[in-house]
T-cell receptor
Framework: DAKTTQPPSMDCAEGRAANLPCNHS???????VYWYRQIHSQGPQYIIH???NNETNEMASLIITEDRKSSTLILPHATLRDTAVYYC???????????FGSGTKLNVKP | EAGVTQSPTHLIKTRGQQATLRCSPI?????VYWYQQALGLGLQFLLW???????NRGNFPPRFSGRQFPNYSSELNVNALELEDSALYLC????????????FGPGTRLTVL
């Protein structure tokens, strides 16, 4: 039970913003939204996480809707090295269940 | 600061054999998680160890087992290997309570022939 729904693939032009959507309509009030990415056959890399408020760090921004049923990961200036599978995950804070769905394969093109 | 390390990088076994995979967490991290990623599939949660105890396991048969040592490193054992066990096995570590993010190692590629 991944609890999240993501499009299987997306394309983005190099230098443009990549906006990756995630639907988590069954999220409960104490569940966080996490984003990881996995570059081919490497270990997943943490990107960002949030609960209610929008978050930004050096890698990306996370926009969570007011009803928390969906979110968008924004890579402001995509590069070829951002080509990866991006996973949106919901989990209880400090809890063990951590379900990775199928993710979105982001193809950044020159 | 060194990240999560895993060994070996690749492991080739035959059906019925046993495989042992090892993971060293980030220094100071006490929780270790194991995941299986079969080719073309997402990550499936296997096991969670914290402070030397198994805290939870995913929907895998008992021939998948492991342990966590006093230095917080961990071992995953897979007995009676089957062809379907061929996968990338990923280990992640997390710090003490209050630190929530899991950091992943590079994985061990297990091939069962």
């Amino acid at each position: 039970d991944a609890k999240t729904t993501q499009p299987p693939s997306m394309d983005c032009a190099e230098g443009r913003a990549a906006n990756l959507p995630c639907n988590h309509s069954t999220i409960s009030g104490n569940e966080y939204v996490y984003w990881y990415r996995q570059i081919h056959s490497q270990g997943p890399q943490y990107i960002i996480h949030g609960l209610k408020n929008n978050e930004t760090n050096e890698m990306a921004s996370l926009i969570i809707t007011e009803d928390r049923k969906s979110s968008t990961l924004i890579l402001p200036h995509a590069t070829l090295r951002d080509t990866a599978v991006y996973y949106c995950i919901v989990r209880l804070y400090n809890f063990n269940k951590f379900y990775f769905g199928s993710g979105t394969k982001l193809n950044v093109k020159p | 600061e060194a990240g999560v390390t895993q060994s070996p990088t690749h492991l080739i076994k035959t059906r019925g054999q046993q495989a042992t995979l090892r993971c060293s967490p980030i220094s100071g991290h006490t929780s270790v998680y194991w995941y299986q990623q079969a080719l073309g599939l997402g990550l499936q949660f296997l096991l969670w160890y914290d402070e030397g105890e198994e805290r939870n396991r995913g929907n895998f048969p008992p021939r998948f087992s492991g342990r966590q040592f006093p230095n917080y490193s961990s071992e995953l054992n897979v007995n009676a290997l089957e062809l379907e066990d061929s996968a990338l096995y990923l280990c992640a570590s997390r710090g003490r309570e209050g630190s929530d993010t899991q950091y992943f190692g590079p994985g061990t590629r297990l091939t069962v022939l």
